[in-house]
């Protein structure tokens, strides 16, 4: 059964960094590509990028209002997929959502959300 | 980049049926679709994929009430035999080669 779990979430200031972790469980991590998702409150659910696995190249692709922000890595090893959050603004408070997103051939699944609250 | 609508509510009896609706932008009617259920304070949770010919496939533990199926930029997910626990945002998504992208949702109230 697939599993992932996010950590790292909780209370910053603006202009402040933090780091999101994702552990994954259940499947071949370093075959999947992975995502980020978030949830202002309130909201709708909002891509903010995605890694590629490492066979193609583990490239990454962002959303336009985290660009240049926010950096996805991943640790194979580790079955980890990661989200450093820097320059933190306001409106980037929301629930993180760890994603093994949908493809042709792939079937989506969920983590349970961190929160991260950014506010002075 | 594809576009994705949604009527933002529907509503419908306890043990009747309702039909959402996510439509795509005209150039990309014959993108795959995905359907999430986020009920109230959970995380989202994987419904079906739903590709233009109408062909789907539902999530694991997903009942048997949800069905998907397809007309031209319009993707459907028809739920039956309404239940309480149906009650919930409904979000569609598609990706292209660089991104993803959901629609607004659509929340459903079940009288």
């Known amino acids: 059964e697939v599993h992932l779990v996010e950590s790292g979430g909780g209370l910053v200031k603006p202009g402040g960094s933090l780091r999101l972790s994702c552990a994954a469980s259940?499947?071949?991590?370093?075959?999947?590509?992975m995502s980020w998702v978030r949830q202002a409150p309130g909201k709708g659910l909002e891509w903010i990028g995605r890694?590629?696995?490492?066979?193609?190249?583990?490239?990454?692709d962002y959303a336009a209002p985290v660009r240049g922000r926010f950096i996805i890595s991943r640790d194979d090893s580790k079955k980890t997929m990661f989200l450093q959050m820097n320059s933190l603004k306001t409106e980037d408070t929301a629930v993180y959502y760890c994603?093994?997103?949908?493809?042709?051939?792939?079937?989506?699944?969920w983590g349970q959300g961190t929160l991260v609250t950014v506010s002075s | 980049q594809p576009v994705l609508t949604q009527s933002s509510s529907a509503s419908a009896s306890l043990g009747s049926s309702v039909t959402l609706t996510c439509t795509l932008s005209?150039?990309?009617?014959?993108?795959?679709i995905a359907w999430h259920q986020q009920q109230p304070g959970k995380a989202p949770r994987f419904l079906m994929k739903?590709?233009?010919?109408?062909?789907?496939e539902v999530g694991t533990g997903v009942p048997d009430r949800f069905t998907g199926s397809s007309s031209g930029a319009d993707r459907y997910v028809t739920i039956s035999n309404l239940q309480s626990e149906d009650e919930a945002d409904y979000y569609c998504e598609t990706w292209d080669s660089h991104s993803w992208v959901f629609g607004g949702g659509t929340k459903l109230t079940v009288l």
């Open positions: 994603v093994r997103p949908p493809t042709t051939d792939v079937t989506p699944h």
């Open positions: 259940g499947f071949t991590f370093s075959d999947a590509w």
């Open positions: 890694i590629k696995s490492r066979i193609d190249r583990g490239t990454t």
């Open positions: 005209s150039d990309h009617s014959g993108y795959i």
């Open positions: 739903i590709e233009g010919s109408g062909s789907y």
